[in-house]
């Protein structure tokens, strides 16, 4: 080994060592000071622009949870204030209810009229002027609203609400009024042609382009029925998804007094009474009048009702005075007569409308038949097409084909039976629209709801990654940050060994 004095190579060696040990440890030091590993794009060039986008993406995760947030706050606000409509339609709907009683006095009516119309006017004013922020939620402009929600662009849900005014709620209603024929001269299947009868294979029912005529209850050829066609639509799943319900009734009371038939020598009568489509006389209710018999109104009433039971049929015979009253739940009412030898039977006596005495020095058959009113009613505006079974003045007495007329809520009267029948219509229908405008809202609350929870998730996972990359693991760091420190002892001692190797110099002067 060469021995020199100008030049000590270990000591240099050993210091650069030291200088490196210092370096690499006052680094570690800083990392567990701050917490970071990627102090700067040195230390992990690819691994910070990984970091930094992760950041981005975290960071647009947030926002976009808090526009959601916002979103829901606004659907809230409206969420409860188209509650509140429902709460006042549901008393308003009861209110009609209570006005179509007609054991209200006029004073009363009129009472519960002022109810409604001050329900109505809070209506118009809670759709007027709910609002977020200065936004109108239920005036009808918010609509196509977009809530941007995540990280990248067009990530967004598009929401409406429905205008819930009262001036723009209510019903799209068909109101058919059951038209009334009859003839001195004509039995029941010759009176029931044309718009009086219906004709599976020929004639046409179609509610807002839905046809009825594969329904089971429109599969016959006999008598136009209200009642069967309502019974179609209410059954029909593609009309109650579109909101459209119909209801129909029926009811006649005799234009006429009775007057007892009483039959003479050789003379007889018999009556039939026909419910619904039927036409077939073995499916009514037929009454005789035998020669020397007379027929009460009370003895009518009471074999109406017993055979009506005894044969399932859906009539109810009562009296109004000296009247007969004849009640189905919408069925059509016909009524056909046979006399003989002279015996005079005035069908005025036993249907509302119909007109004419049958009689006849042999044999005389008359008839009459009164169809049941119809009413549908939609939340939106449909058209209706019944070629064949209506007219004006025949059938369902409504035009063949036509669309709903919208009544809102400004148009309830229930100052009249009538006006509070078709007052349940409108509030019925309003009820339903605005309860699918919450259910609607109440979706979209949801679909915000699971997207904020997917991103908080998503946010989470995305933090912790960038966490992983970007921050300091402490365990290691440490184990680190101690052999360093165990490396600077080391090479500080060995420093003052290189330092003292050129002293054996002078054992070699001595």
């Known amino acids: 080994m060469a021995l020199r004095i100008n030049f000590n190579a270990e000591a240099t060696v050993t210091h650069t060592a030291l200088l490196r040990n210092e370096r690499a440890m006052n680094k570690s030091l800083l990392r567990i000071s701050t917490g970071q590993r990627i102090l700067s794009a040195a230390d992990d060039a690819a ?20 526009n959601i947030q916002t979103g829901i706050s606004a659907l809230q606000i409206a969420e409860s204030n188209v509650g509140q409509i429902f709460e006042k339609l549901q008393t308003i709907y009861t209110k009609a209810q209570s006005a179509a009683n007609d054991i209200n006095d006029p004073n009363a009516r009129a009472a519960l009229q002022n109810d409604i119309t001050n329900l109505v006017d809070a209506i118009q004013k809670i759709a007027t002027d709910t609002e977020y922020n200065g ?31 009262a001036s723009n709620i209510g019903a799209y209603v068909v109101q058919g009024n059951g038209q009334v024929t009859s003839s001195a001269t004509s039995a029941y299947t010759s009176l029931i042609t044309a718009n009086w009868q219906y004709d ?39 009309l109650q998804s579109l909101g459209i319900s119909a209801r129909a009734k029926n009811s006649s009371t005799a234009s006429t007094d009775f ?22 006389s073995a499916n009514a209710i037929s009454i005789t009048v035998s020669s020397g018999q007379t027929l009460t109104l009370d003895q009518l009433v009471s074999q109406i009702n017993t055979q009506a039971s005894a044969k399932g049929l859906n009539i109810t015979a009562s009296t109004s005075g000296s009247r007969l009253v004849l009640t189905t739940t919408g069925e059509t009412i016909g009524v056909e007569v046979t006399s003989t030898s002279g015996l005079s039977v005035n069908l005025a006596t036993l249907l509302e409308g119909a007109s004419g005495s049958v009689s006849s020095a042999t044999t005389a058959t008359g008839s009459a038949v009164k169809v049941g009113n119809l009413s549908i009613a939609g939340t939106d505006s449909y058209n209706y097409d019944f070629t064949g079974i209506s007219s004006s003045n025949a059938g369902l007495g409504v035009a063949a084909t036509g669309n ?16 509070a029948e078709l007052a349940i219509d409108i509030a019925n229908t309003a009820i339903k629209k605005v309860d699918r405008v919450r259910t609607q809202i109440g979706s979209v609350i949801n679909n915000l709801q699971a997207i904020w929870d997917g991103q908080k998730t998503s946010y989470d996972n995305t933090k912790e990654a960038e966490n ?23 090479g500080m001692a060995m420093l003052a060994q290189a330092n003292a190797l050129p002293q054996l110099v002078l054992q070699l002067l001595r």
Do not use: C, W
């Open 47 to 66: 691994g910070l622009f990984i970091a930094d986008q992760l950041a981005t993406v975290g960071a647009a995760l947030d926002q976009g949870n808090r």
């Open 135 to 165: 936004i109108k939620l239920l005036d009808g402009t918010f609509a196509s609203k977009v809530i941007h929600y995540g990280a990248r662009a067009d990530q967004t849900i598009t929401t409406s609400i429905p205008n819930v005014k």
């Open 200 to 238: 599976a294979s020929a004639d046409t029912v179609t509610v807002a382009g839905v046809s009825l005529k594969d329904s089971s209850y429109l599969s016959y050829t006999g008598a136009v029925d209200a009642k069967a066609i309502a019974d179609a639509i209410n059954n029909n799943a593609t």
């Open 259 to 280: 007057s007892n038939i009483q039959a003479g020598t050789n003379q007889s009568a018999t009556i039939n009474f026909y419910v619904g489509s039927n036409t077939a």
């Open 404 to 419: 709903g007329s919208f009544y809102n809520l400004n148009s309830i009267n229930v100052t009249t039976n009538a006006g």
């Open 468 to 490: 992983v990359i970007r921050n300091t693991d402490f365990a290691a760091e440490m184990s680190n940050f101690t052999t360093m420190q165990i490396r600077m002892q080391a």
